[in-house]
């Protein structure tokens, strides 16, 4: 049954860790300058392209350097058709720039390219075996997959914002916001310049990492205790909204209502400490920095058991599989809650003699099964390691 069990964990790691990207590739990390690469396999014109990446907290690829080039088209291209990368000279012809900005100081254009072939403004890895790795001028109206890039594992995994959030002072105050992928539903319950209670609504969009913006609404409709009538319905637009993320259990969220603007710093509202009882069969991807012993940096995914003991605010976290290199280490130290969202923080002891400080940040507790950012920082080893962790309660 373990066997199994670990197969279907595979499957399903797979799926948590890259579900902000819905591509074939799997996510990597250039350790030339830390940042995370994917190939997007759906096929799209090149503003398409730019756009999803953006949607998903990052942005199309760009290849600043030969290292990071070569990097990239080994590693998730080399064959196929071309690959949309994010460089244009869309706004001047042949003054090529990249999206974000940085300084067009590198190029590896295959011989002959740029072309400009009949509005040929956006920047693409070629696919001729000739000249692999080297770049050509693509239409953008050609669909095409295309590479996303993100500067660090905050941007690919944003927090999911789906709660109920507050301001602690203010009872009666709230609101609920529902998230599926870069759409969020908010309904907000106020009290009315009459002070009694109102409640208004409507959907923001992203447009940006952890923003998002939309417009407000209030509607009326007929009595709850007679028969819904559909045409008695009216909505009426009052204003607008925006939510800013400042970490993954708070955020400033500003509203207007015909045309007086509130802004208010809330969280998310704790209810209960969710139950993390059990054994679990986890996987583990972490990026390790800073150990004194080389051999230990890197990116490292490992398939391990996990122990959780808790007892109210009170936790312990075993982690590790016997019989490998340092056994099982142990954590101990207090959870905390807020709205759907827990952290655990405290110190870890493992046989080998390593100790440091152990945290998960971002738990998430659903049948049977949990998902967390991991923080692990050695005392006595150096290694400092950041990463995402997921796990299915053993049956």
């Given amino acids: ?13 797979t799926a948590f860790t890259w579900q902000a990207a819905h591509a074939d590739s799997p996510l990597v990390r250039y350790p030339g ?39 990239v088209f ?23 720039q990249w999206i974000t900005g940085e300084t067009w100081s590198y190029s590896n254009w295959a011989p002959g ?11 693409a890895f070629w696919n001729n075996p000739a000249y692999p790795g080297q770049w050509d001028d693509s239409y953008g109206g050609v669909l095409l997959p295309s590479i996303c890039e993100w500067n660090g594992l905050t941007d690919v995994w944003p927090a999911n914002v789906t709660d109920i959030w507050w301001t602690p002072t203010e009872s009666g105050w709230g609101m609920n916001m529902v998230q ?17 209670p109102a409640w208004f609504g409507g959907g923001l969009e992203k447009t940006g990492v952890g923003t998002f913006a ?25 204003g607008t909204m925006t939510f800013v993320a400042t970490s993954s259990d708070t955020g400033q969220f500003t509203y207007s209502v015909d045309g007086v603007i509130v802004n208010k710093a809330v969280q998310r509202q704790p ?31 490992r398939q391990h058991t996990v122990l959780i003991t808790q007892n109210g605010a009170a936790m312990t976290i075993t982690f590790g599989t016997l019989g490998i290199p340092g056994g099982s280490c142990t954590a101990t130290g207090t959870y905390s809650q807020l709205g759907r969202m827990g952290q655990f923080v405290g110190t870890y002891a493992c046989p080998s003699s390593e100790t440091g400080v152990y945290a998960l ?35």
């Avoid at 940042?35 to 290849?63: E, I, K, M, P």
């Avoid at 209810?271 to 993390?276: E, I, W």
Wanted: aromatic share 12%; net charge negative.
């Fill in 1 to 13: 049954m373990i066997k199994s069990l670990r197969t279907f964990l595979l499957l399903l790691f």
């Fill in 180 to 196: 599926t992928g870069s759409f969020v539903f908010v309904t907000l319950y106020v009290y009315g310049p009459d002070g009694k």
């Fill in 33 to 71: 300058n830390g940042h995370y690469y994917q190939r997007v396999d759906t096929f799209r014109a090149w503003t398409d392209a730019r756009d999803h990446c953006q949607s998903l907290n990052g942005y199309l690829a760009t290849t600043t350097s030969q290292g990071e080039s070569d990097f």
């Fill in 271 to 301: 209810l209960t400490l969710d139950n993390y009882n059990g054994t679990y069969e986890a996987i583990e991807i972490l990026h390790v920095a800073g150990c004194s012993n080389p051999a230990g940096n890197g990116d490292h995914t």
């Fill in 214 to 238: 939309g417009k407000l609404y209030a509607s009326t409709g007929p009595y709850f205790g007679g028969a819904f009538d559909p045409a008695a319905v009216a909505v009426r637009e009052v």
């Fill in 74 to 96: 080994q590693t998730l291209v080399q064959q196929g058709p071309p690959v949309l990368l994010g460089g244009t000279d869309r706004i001047a012809e042949g003054n090529w």
């Fill in 113 to 123: 390219q740029p072309d400009d072939n009949g509005e040929q403004d956006y920047l």
């Fill in 361 to 395: 940040s971002e738990m998430n507790n659903s049948y049977r099964q949990f998902s967390a950012r991991v923080g692990k920082s050695s005392s006595n080893m150096g290694c400092k390691s950041v990463g995402q962790t997921t796990g299915l309660v053993e049956y």
